[in-house]
């Protein structure tokens, strides 16, 4: 390096040809001599492969599924179709069902024989799926707890009791029931194109849902007697039969959630006549169910951009007081739906409006049903809640397709095609806290924006609990934000998945895991996938592209059974950025994100011609963290005028402009361009005086492992600041460390790094360095003053090489 510097300071003594020749040699020497010292003082260090491509972790495409993330030419799946009649007895708290199932075999597989689930399976202590859990004597337990626990185990009474199961002449067809998994026999093998008829009576005694848990059952209220049914799991259903998995008959746990066949249902529901149902799909005959009073509200309500109550809440309080004993059919239909539900209870107020999908004109019946305990709640809230998901949705997928989307309270929380249950009551005053409302607002969002995943994009649920719930809670996330500014997100922003992060590695597990195995459902099903796509929209890929991608991946596989490598190729496919690292890293990985600024080194311009070897002074400067910082999601929002539901008129003083690849960013003083190579050009007027120049090299440490862009700012004396990011990429050739050089002509206060907390890095004392005024400990960098008469052979005056800024 010395010897370097003398010639290329010094060559009047030779020829200015050999000068040349020499100059060339030496740069070769040098470039290679760098690279080598790279080598060895990094050795292995790119043995952990986070930027290879996936290979053979996906699945190999084929006819049925394609490399780019897209349903193939030969893509296909079976149907389903149902006609159920259920009676619901309410004293006796049974439900008894007769349905006839039609299959369609689309596959090119030859059956032998059928699977259906019988979810109900699941409460009985003898027929459920023995999937059990470690256990210690508990302090207190309860007398039914003892009795259902105690050996020998008593049967509970609760599960499928199946009276018959025949073909359409009333065949007896041959079955067997493994826990929660029922197989049929067919006579004949099921051909390709081929569809067969059967039919299936069967009851089940209806659990008590509060006491003994679950999605369905019933609710008693003590103090008027009366009884809210929500019917979910409650009939028969067909078992996903797929190309990448034959026959999806894994058992029902409680936990991992369903796969299903699309299919048309006709609903007949025998119910006490002063009950209210609401299911899946349209109501054929609200004319003969309803009041004319009643009736007259609905149909205003088809016509209605605001909220009518169809059953008043008078007409509710005045219904639970009395039992009717006759009865009342109310009828179903719903086309290109995976299941079905429904709700029956004297008790129910409920609202509705008509609101219009935008994106494809089809108008929807958003409505609301609830106990009076929750009227307070939502009848302000519920319904429009209701609406706005589904507009929210239709923009960042595909439009809503269907024409009725339903809200219920039931004190919980369930999804199904076209209606929800919920939770939302007020205190007997009918007063309620923040906390309440926002979470209450915030289960509606979620469970109505399931229509779209998985009841629409119909992915496995019982293999890949993520699939649903993650994506699903990432647009929850995106619709709370354009309900209110403030909505206090649980799930999305990075920041919020740091505790989780943190945790021992022996904690943590791939988000590529099955639902049955997870220990930290919550965060690693919802808020880990929903995270991770909440940062490659906003810090990775950006809003646009990102946008773009997603929704194909939801129009490609609207009605369809996606897989997880489905998804990934799609999301490539369609926006030309190689996510494998990230899925790598976020998907199939538990690495947490930790970057770490470790040190940073300083060095001021030495104009002295006399040839030196400049000297370093390493050190770093500990400081605490900002504790203020604006959120990533809410600041974009801002920038693009979204317009929220609510409107509370609030402005963010922070701004932040995030650009990289040579885009401009915004200095309270002056524009500046970040170039490239990550160096801050000087303005115009200092080009002749660098004189004021300082060159920082910030070493950066990988210590999470979970490679992330490196996003800085730099706030300077003056009070302006600098923004900068590099990629991801910049990790791919060494995965514990990189360094980063940039150059300013004014005075380097403080480096923030990740200042919006955009990558979820889990340790915020390392992102922090401050420039403690010590300037005797700045080096000296050479800028050679070329003589005039080199100037014509094209070497400007004053410019750096990079060369003679020594590197260690």
């Not at 079955?175 to 069967?202: A, C, H, Q």
């Not at 169910?289 to 088809?302: F, G, N, T």
């Not at 994506?471 to 922003?493: I, K």
């Not at 195995?517 to 099903?525: E, Y």
């Amino acid at each position: 390096m010395i010897v370097a510097n003398f010639i290329f300071l010094y060559p009047d003594f030779i020829e200015y040809k050999e000068y040349m020749k020499i100059k060339t040699i030496l740069l070769l020497f040098c470039c290679n001599f760098f690279q080598s010292q790279q080598i060895q003082n990094n050795p292995g260090s790119n043995h952990g492969n986070k930027f290879e491509q996936l290979g053979t972790i996906l699945p190999t495409p084929n006819i049925y599924r394609t490399a780019s993330g897209a349903p193939g030419e030969r893509y296909w799946q079976n149907k389903a179709d149902y006609n159920i009649k259920a009676f619901l007895d309410e004293d006796k708290k049974i439900l008894q069902g007769s349905e006839t199932i039609t299959y369609h075999n689309n596959s090119s597989d030859n059956l032998d024989y059928l699977w259906l689930q019988l979810d109900e399976n699941q409460q009985s202590n003898v027929k459920n799926a023995d999937f059990g859990f470690s256990s210690t004597l508990p302090k207190e337990s309860s007398v039914e707890k003892l009795r259902t626990t105690q050996l020998p185990v008593l049967d509970n009474g609760y599960g499928v009791n199946l009276m018959k199961v025949v073909d359409e002449n009333g065949k007896t067809l041959p079955y067997i029931v493994n826990k929660t998994m029922m197989r049929i026999d067919l006579p004949k093998p099921l051909k390709k194109g081929e569809k067969i008829k059967f039919s299936i009576d069967w009851n089940y005694n209806i659990p008590d849902r509060i006491a003994k848990g679950g999605r369905g059952g019933y609710e008693y209220f003590p103090e008027d007697g009366n009884i809210l049914f929500t019917m979910t799991q409650w009939y028969p259903r067909m078992c996903v039969y797929s190309d990448f998995h034959g026959w999806q008959n894994h058992q029902f746990t409680g936990r991992g959630e369903f796969a299903l066949a699309f299919g048309k249902f006709s609903v007949e529901m025998n119910v006490p006549a002063d009950h209210i149902v609401a299911g899946t799909g349209e109501c054929k005959n609200y004319q003969q169910v309803l009041s004319p009073d009643q009736y007259k509200r609905y149909q205003q309500a088809e016509k209605s951009s605001e909220p009518i109550e169809i059953v008043t809440l008078d007409e509710a309080t005045k219904a639970e007081k009395s039992k009717s004993k006759d009865r009342k059919i109310w009828k179903f239909e719903a086309e290109e739906v995976r299941d079905f539900a429904w709700t029956s209870s004297r008790k129910f107020i409920w609202d509705a409006m008509r609101v219009v999908i935008p994106e494809n004109n089809n108008p929807v019946m958003a409505m609301s049903l609830y106990p009076k305990e929750a009227y307070h709640l939502y009848r302000k809230f519920s319904t429009k809640a209701v609406a706005h998901t589904i507009k929210t949705y239709s923009e960042f997928t595909i439009p809503y397709p269907y024409p009725v989307a339903q809200s219920i309270e039931a004190a919980n929380g369930m999804e199904y095609p076209m209606i929800c249950f919920n939770y939302g009551r007020t205190e007997k005053d009918g007063t309620y806290s923040e906390a309440i409302k926002n979470g209450m607002i915030g289960v509606i969002i979620h469970e109505v924006g399931h229509n779209f995943f998985p009841m629409i994009i119909n992915s496995d649920e019982r293999q890949w609990s993520w699939m649903d719930e993650g994506l699903n809670t990432f647009v929850q996330f995106l619709t709370e934000y354009t309900w209110d500014s403030e909505f206090p997100s649980r799930r999305g922003p990075a920041y919020a998945i740091v505790d989780y992060m943190k945790l021992p590695k022996n904690q943590l597990e791939p988000i590529m895991s099955n639902s049955e195995n997870i220990a930290q459902f919550g965060p690693n099903a919802y808020a880990k996938p929903a995270t991770g796509l909440n940062i490659l929209r906003e810090t990775i890929m950006g809003r646009e592209l990102f946008d773009k991608a997603f929704k194909i991946y939801a129009k490609r596989w609207a009605f369809r059974h996606p897989e997880p490598a489905d998804f990934f190729r799609t999301m490539e496919d369609a926006s030309g950025e190689d996510l494998d690292w990230f899925w790598r890293g976020w998907f199939f990985g538990t690495d947490p994100v930790d970057i770490s600024i470790d040190k940073v080194t300083i060095a001021t311009p030495d104009w002295d011609t006399t040839p030196k070897s400049p000297k370093t002074i390493k050190y770093k400067v500990d400081a605490p963290l900002k504790n203020e910082f604006v959120d990533i999601s809410k600041k974009r929002n801002l920038e693009q005028n979204t317009k929220y539901f609510v409107d509370k008129n609030k402005d963010l003083q922070d701004f932040y402009y995030q650009y990289n690849r040579g885009k401009k960013t915004v200095d309270t003083q002056k524009e500046y361009s970040i170039n490239t190579d990550g160096t801050a050009p000087i303005s115009s007027q200092d080009k002749n005086n660098l004189e004021n120049i300082t060159g920082y090299q910030i070493d950066f440490s990988n210590k999470g492992g979970m490679p992330m862009p490196i996003i800085l700012e730099f706030s300077f004396e003056d009070g302006s600041k600098l923004y900068d990011k590099s990629s991801a990429q910049i990790w791919r050739q060494n995965e514990q460390s990189v360094s980063k050089t940039y150059y300013f002509d004014k005075k380097l206060k403080s480096i923030q790094l990740d200042p919006m907390r955009e990558t979820a890095d889990i340790d915020v004392t390392n992102n922090f360095w401050s420039n403690d005024g010590t300037q005797s400990s700045i080096s000296k960098f050479q800028i050679y003053k070329q003589q005039q008469k080199n100037i014509s052979r094209g070497e400007s005056s004053g410019r750096m090489n990079p060369m003679q800024v020594e590197q260690k």
